[in-house]
């Protein structure tokens, strides 16, 4: 036998639980995704020799998870590292550097991996146009073999762990906590913003810029007004080594959107949501979507497809930006991009519980 | 993808040589601004491009010895600060460095290094209604360009309204509304209240029991 203060107690209890297990529940992927991605970790670390093996595999805590930066091999990073975590993938066997791969295409969506992979494609390029001018002890190294691969902690469907994979302009950040795959904080960029293969011409970014500019073209005079700074943005405002800070959002709001430009946006969105795994960007676009009137949308610099501008998304659980370098004439051929959830990087909400 | 990635870099590369892969002639500096009922405080991040480290790396090693001392950063950091103009409606608001932290000479030279620089101001006394705060970097504009910023208020009480700048963001205006303090301590004695109530109620519930 209850009395009425207890049962109002235990309706709220029930309210609440009801609550939490939907919002678990909408936010949490199936465990197959990290099940998967433990299985690649534990392949790819069995490749690798002790030593080896000590470098790959570091402990996760709030130190080693930050070392991640847009910056290049031999310079000191944001946050005063000298060398991302993880071994590299010049110093790996090809069975090795295969295994490696393969943990980052099982955490990762096929598109993102692709993403990931031109990125590194296009330093690639701007290693074998910097080389011949290089002096013979310059600290400062590009291409392929300067992507490192880390895990941080030990891989498990239950408890936190970490998947890095970055170099100059990548920083895949995957926190996995049991159900949760979490893609925040993300850096990528590209110098070049495009290059050619076989003939064919690949824009790692592309999309990101052509949407945008889309989108920004999509809005009306008024709307413009509302959403363009006027301002020059020459950089990232929260890149790397910002963990932690939110700024006050600006532009326009896209609750005064129309269905169709709201649309646009979450399909700009997705450019950086769907490079982890579908189960888990599912969750995350649900996420972004449910909070849409609240986002808002900024602009800065020419709305001509071609030319360099920044624009930012910012949300309750989300902050895109979006950065071009200004360099020399061609201010569109250096671009840097951030993806952070300032309620959830690196799987806060996780350790919360 | 895959293929591309297996056609051993094999590329077709269609632009000029440009090795440069960082900013090159260009101070970044870097400025967020955090609200609070007391004080302001200010984050700046300095960082120089390659080609014009060589003017900014005497103004931190000022003996020339090929590393920045705690007080030559120190040092550099008040310069920067005299440079520095914060006003909350219209009345000046002296800052005070409580931090830098200087990179070494070299990731300064390669385009990486970072200089930090933390500073506080106290404007105790901030009553409710819209503020106008304003911030003006003028340290060394003939080479740098700005990112200037609100960060989102820790305090619930304060919001900011908008942002303001000049095109360069050399300068921002940031308006925000501070709540009466009143209306959060009402909330908090109500809290405390529904708390005091509940454990009252548990506590006579044995006595209230057949």
Known sequence: MSSRPS??????????????????????????????????????????DPGQRLKANLELNEKTRTVWSNLPTGTTMQVGATERNGLKLGDMKPEQEKAALALVA?????????????????????????APSRAPTARIRFGRGEYYVGVLGKPSTTTPWMIQFGGHHLAINVTLAGRQNVLTPTHTGTQPASYSVDGRTIRPLGDENDKAFALVNALTAEQQKEAILG??????????????????????????????????????????VDILGDEAAAAKMKEVQANLAETYFAWAGPTTNGKGAYFRIQGPTVLIEYAPQGQGDNSTDHIHTIYRDPTNDYAAKAAAR | MRKIFLAGMVFAVT?????????????????????????????????????????????????????????????????????????????????????????????????????????????????????RLDFRNNHQPEMSVYLANALIPEDADLHVAGQTRDPRQQGVRIEY???????????????????????????ARPLLAP
């Open chain 1, 7 to 48: 049962r109002v107690l235990l309706a709220v209890l029930v309210a609440f639980g009801t609550v939490g297990v939907a919002r678990l529940q909408r936010t949490a992927p199936s465990t197959d995704a990290t099940a998967r991605a433990v299985a690649a970790a534990e392949a790819f670390l069995a490749t690798l």
């Open chain 1, 106 to 130: 099982a955490t990762l969506s096929r598109d993102g991996f692709q993403k990931a992979m031109a990125i590194v494609d296009a330093d690639q390029v701007l290693e074998t146009r910097s």
């Open chain 1, 231 to 272: 301002v020059e943005v020459k950089n990232l405002v929260l890149g790397p080594g910002t963990d932690g800070k939110t700024i006050a959002p600006e532009g326009i709001r896209a609750s005064v959107f129309t269905p169709a430009q709201r649309a646009m946006l979450v399909d700009l969105v997705r450019e950086w």
């Open chain 2, 177 to 203: 509304d501070v709540r009466p303090r009143w209306r959060a301590r009402l909330l908090w004695l109500l809290v405390a209240a529904a708390a005091v109530s509940t454990l009252m109620v548990r506590r």
């Open chain 2, 15 to 131: 632009m000029p040589a440009e090795p440069a892969a960082h900013r090159l002639d260009e101070y970044l500096q870097a400025a967020r601004l955090s609200l609070a009922h007391d004080r302001i405080t200010l984050e700046l991040d300095l960082t120089p491009g390659v080609n014009i480290a060589s003017a900014i790396v005497p103004l931190l090693d000022r003996d020339g010895d090929h590393t920045i001392s705690p007080a030559e950063a120190g040092a550099y950091g008040q310069e920067v600060l005299k440079d520095l103009v914060v006003e909350l409606d219209g009345h000046l608001v002296p800052l005070t460095l409580t931090r830098v932290e200087a990179p070494s000479i070299e990731a300064m030279r390669d385009g990486s290094g970072t200089i930090q620089l933390r500073a506080a101001g106290n404007v105790e006394g901030v009553s409710a209604g819209r503020r």
